[in-house]
């Protein structure tokens, strides 16, 4: 009797309020074998890009719980169109940078999330120090975007600014990088332990 390798599902969520992105990966981790869906609000950006990077536009929202929940369930829903039999998610925990209101908003928009996703019982979830995920991408656990942007390039041979024609580094492609990295980092955890 063969017996079958149970696929485990990684995903890492680069999750914001305004451009949250979502890399999904398989047993193998390969930029061309993941797949990269972000929320956005900027019309150019919804669509397909590539062979494996989706645009969702965000939907509208009255109020900010409203707004958590909208992002949360999109959010969900990427996870379970993807998963096979077992998915681990990695979540990048929460940069210190915010201030004022914003960090409220961004406390419990992903708070919403990490609740719903312990009510998965197949699904679990960690999270990633921010530093960490730029370490690992870059050398340099205090990197900014341009360059988590130059050791993407160099790592995946993928230039996403000309990829989706934009004239300077700003989101989605921030955001892409970072679930990816986030994703990989969970990624080369897990086959550490193996």
């Not at 679990?124 to 990197?143: F, Q």
């Amino acid at each position: 009797m063969k017996y079958q390798k149970k696929q485990q599902t990684i995903v890492g969520i680069d999750y914001s309020l305004n451009s949250p992105a979502i890399c999904i990966a398989g047993d193998e981790f390969d930029f061309n074998k993941c797949s990269f869906h972000f929320l956005t609000s900027k019309k150019k950006h919804i669509g397909k890009f590539g062979k494996n990077i989706f645009g969702y536009e965000i939907k509208d929202y009255k109020t900010p719980i409203e707004r958590f929940t909208n992002i949360s369930t999109w959010a969900l829903d990427i996870i379970h169109k993807h998963k096979t039999n077992t998915a681990k998610i990695f979540i990048e925990g929460y940069s210190f940078g915010s201030k004022g209101q914003a960090v409220f908003q961004i406390a419990e928009n992903c708070g919403i999330l990490k609740y719903r996703l312990q009510m998965s019982p197949s699904i679990l979830y960690d999270t990633v120090v921010p530093s960490v995920v730029k370490k690992y991408a870059s050398g340099k656990g205090n990197a900014d975007k341009q360059l988590m942007y130059d050791s993407f390039k160099e790592h995946t041979k993928q230039d996403l600014i000309k990829l989706f024609d934009m004239g300077k580094l700003n989101n989605p492609v921030t955001d892409i990088i970072d679930s990816y990295y986030i994703a990989k980092v969970g990624y080369e955890n897990i086959e550490s332990k193996k």
